[in-house]
Protein backbone atom coordinates (compact mmCIF):
# COMPACT_ATOMS: atom_id res chain seq x y z
CA UNK A 1 0.00 0.00 0.00
CA UNK A 2 0.97 3.57 -0.92
CA UNK A 3 0.37 6.18 1.60
CA UNK A 4 1.01 10.32 1.94
CA UNK A 5 0.62 11.68 5.28
CA UNK A 6 1.70 15.57 5.19
CA UNK A 7 3.41 15.33 1.86
CA UNK A 8 5.41 12.37 2.90
CA UNK A 9 4.84 9.32 1.28
CA UNK A 10 5.36 5.70 2.59
CA UNK A 11 5.78 2.71 1.21
CA UNK A 12 3.75 -0.37 3.04
CA UNK A 13 4.40 -3.73 2.85
CA UNK A 14 3.36 -6.28 5.66
CA UNK A 15 2.89 -9.58 6.42
CA UNK A 16 1.88 -11.66 9.60
CA UNK A 17 3.99 -14.10 10.71
CA UNK A 18 2.13 -16.63 13.69
CA UNK A 19 1.90 -13.64 16.63
CA UNK A 20 4.07 -10.74 14.52
CA UNK A 21 3.45 -8.39 11.76
CA UNK A 22 6.59 -7.82 10.05
CA UNK A 23 5.92 -4.24 8.23
CA UNK A 24 8.58 -3.10 5.89
CA UNK A 25 8.21 0.72 5.77
CA UNK A 26 10.14 2.48 2.81
CA UNK A 27 12.24 -0.05 2.93
CA UNK A 28 12.76 -0.45 6.27
CA UNK A 29 11.95 -3.59 8.31
CA UNK A 30 9.83 -3.58 11.86
CA UNK A 31 8.65 -6.66 13.81
CA UNK A 32 6.09 -6.56 16.65
CA UNK A 33 4.42 -8.89 18.52
CA UNK A 34 0.66 -8.36 17.36
CA UNK A 35 -3.13 -9.35 18.45
CA UNK A 36 -5.78 -9.47 16.38
CA UNK A 37 -8.48 -8.09 18.30
CA UNK A 38 -11.53 -7.23 15.52
CA UNK A 39 -11.61 -6.63 11.90
CA UNK A 40 -10.71 -2.63 12.85
CA UNK A 41 -8.69 -3.10 15.71
CA UNK A 42 -5.04 -4.48 16.62
CA UNK A 43 -3.44 -4.96 19.50
CA UNK A 44 0.74 -4.36 19.26
CA UNK A 45 3.34 -4.77 21.86
CA UNK A 46 5.91 -1.68 22.50
CA UNK A 47 7.87 -0.71 25.38
CA UNK A 48 5.16 -0.44 28.04
CA UNK A 49 3.15 -3.81 26.50
CA UNK A 50 0.06 -4.30 24.04
CA UNK A 51 -1.41 -1.02 23.11
CA UNK A 52 -4.52 -0.85 20.62
CA UNK A 53 -4.40 0.80 16.89
CA UNK A 54 -7.99 1.28 15.59
CA UNK A 55 -7.60 1.74 11.60
CA UNK A 56 -10.42 1.96 8.58
CA UNK A 57 -10.16 2.78 5.51
CA UNK A 58 -12.26 4.19 2.36
CA UNK A 59 -11.87 4.75 -1.01
CA UNK A 60 -8.57 7.54 -1.08
CA UNK A 61 -8.23 7.53 2.97
CA UNK A 62 -6.29 5.18 5.61
CA UNK A 63 -7.72 5.97 8.55
CA UNK A 64 -5.18 5.32 11.68
CA UNK A 65 -6.65 6.29 15.89
CA UNK A 66 -3.67 5.43 18.47
CA UNK A 67 -3.45 6.72 21.87
CA UNK A 68 -6.17 9.55 21.45
CA UNK A 69 -4.04 10.73 18.02
CA UNK A 70 -5.96 10.25 14.75
CA UNK A 71 -4.19 10.06 11.26
CA UNK A 72 -5.65 10.12 7.80
CA UNK A 73 -3.31 8.54 4.88
CA UNK A 74 -4.02 9.79 1.17
CA UNK A 75 -4.00 6.74 -0.89
CA UNK A 76 -1.86 7.18 -3.60
CA UNK A 77 -2.90 6.85 -7.09
CA UNK A 78 -0.88 5.26 -9.52
CA UNK A 79 -0.02 8.58 -11.65
CA UNK A 80 1.36 9.73 -7.99
CA UNK A 81 3.60 6.73 -7.26
CA UNK A 82 5.00 6.56 -10.67
CA UNK A 83 5.81 10.41 -11.46
CA UNK A 84 6.55 11.22 -7.93
CA UNK A 85 5.11 14.71 -8.47
CA UNK A 86 2.93 15.99 -5.27
CA UNK A 87 -0.31 17.21 -6.96
CA UNK A 88 -2.11 18.16 -3.94
CA UNK A 89 -5.45 16.29 -3.39
CA UNK A 90 -7.51 15.80 -6.73
CA UNK A 91 -10.62 14.69 -5.05
CA UNK A 92 -13.58 17.14 -5.90
CA UNK A 93 -15.76 15.23 -2.76
CA UNK A 94 -14.99 13.26 -0.01
CA UNK A 95 -17.20 10.80 2.45
CA UNK A 96 -16.56 10.81 6.11
CA UNK A 97 -17.02 8.06 7.58
CA UNK A 98 -16.11 6.69 10.92
CA UNK A 99 -13.28 4.87 11.94
CA UNK A 100 -15.62 2.46 13.76
CA UNK A 101 -19.19 1.40 14.92
CA UNK A 102 -19.61 3.97 17.49
CA UNK A 103 -22.02 7.19 18.80
CA UNK A 104 -22.00 10.55 17.53
CA UNK A 105 -21.12 12.47 20.43
CA UNK A 106 -21.01 16.18 18.40
CA UNK A 107 -21.47 17.60 14.99
CA UNK A 108 -19.41 20.89 14.58
CA UNK A 109 -20.55 21.88 11.12
CA UNK A 110 -23.89 22.53 9.27
CA UNK A 111 -24.87 22.05 5.60
CA UNK A 112 -23.53 24.94 3.33
CA UNK A 113 -20.50 25.61 5.74
CA UNK A 114 -17.17 26.54 4.04
CA UNK A 115 -14.26 24.12 5.85
CA UNK A 116 -10.87 24.01 5.19
CA UNK A 117 -8.10 21.27 4.86
CA UNK A 118 -7.46 19.95 8.54
CA UNK A 119 -10.69 20.93 10.05
CA UNK A 120 -12.38 18.79 12.51
CA UNK A 121 -16.15 17.91 11.24
CA UNK A 122 -17.50 15.84 13.88
CA UNK A 123 -16.48 13.95 17.17
CA UNK A 124 -17.44 9.95 17.05
CA UNK A 125 -16.93 7.87 20.13
CA UNK A 126 -16.00 3.91 20.22
CA UNK A 127 -14.99 1.71 22.27
CA UNK A 128 -14.53 4.55 25.25
CA UNK A 129 -12.56 7.04 22.96
CA UNK A 130 -12.94 9.72 21.44
CA UNK A 131 -12.09 10.20 17.52
CA UNK A 132 -12.07 13.56 15.61
CA UNK A 133 -12.34 13.16 11.62
CA UNK A 134 -11.24 16.01 9.46
CA UNK A 135 -11.63 17.11 6.12
CA UNK A 136 -8.76 16.12 3.58
CA UNK A 137 -10.00 19.03 0.98
CA UNK A 138 -11.18 22.80 1.31
CA UNK A 139 -14.77 23.03 0.25
CA UNK A 140 -18.84 23.24 1.46
CA UNK A 141 -20.32 20.95 3.59
CA UNK A 142 -23.07 19.71 1.66
CA UNK A 143 -24.19 16.75 3.55
CA UNK A 144 -24.88 15.91 7.25
CA UNK A 145 -26.13 13.03 7.59
CA UNK A 146 -26.29 12.16 11.80
CA UNK A 147 -26.60 14.10 14.49
CA UNK A 148 -25.60 13.94 18.16
CA UNK A 149 -26.43 10.60 19.69
CA UNK A 150 -26.94 8.59 17.45
CA UNK A 151 -25.42 4.89 16.57
CA UNK A 152 -23.42 4.57 13.31
CA UNK A 153 -22.18 2.04 11.56
CA UNK A 154 -18.23 1.98 9.99
CA UNK A 155 -19.72 1.88 6.40
CA UNK A 156 -22.01 5.27 6.98
CA UNK A 157 -21.40 8.33 5.34
CA UNK A 158 -21.47 10.95 7.95
CA UNK A 159 -20.43 14.18 5.75
CA UNK A 160 -19.76 14.68 2.46
CA UNK A 161 -17.78 17.75 1.66
CA UNK A 162 -17.22 19.15 -2.11
CA UNK A 163 -14.52 21.58 -3.28
CA UNK A 164 -16.37 25.02 -3.98
CA UNK A 165 -16.15 25.33 -7.55
CA UNK A 166 -13.80 28.64 -9.29
CA UNK A 167 -15.23 31.28 -10.94
CA UNK A 168 -12.68 33.00 -13.60
Wanted: hydrophobic share 35%; aromatic share 10%; net charge negative.
Amino acid sequence: MDLKYNNDKFEIKSEIKGDQIVACINGEQKKYAYKRVSDNIASFFFENGYKNVYTAEDVNHFYVAFEGDNYIFDKLKDEEKSFGGDNGDSSDRIEIKPPMPGNIVKVLVEKGQKVSEGEPLILVEAMKMETSLFTTIDGIVTEVNVKAGEQVDSNQVLIVVEKEETKE
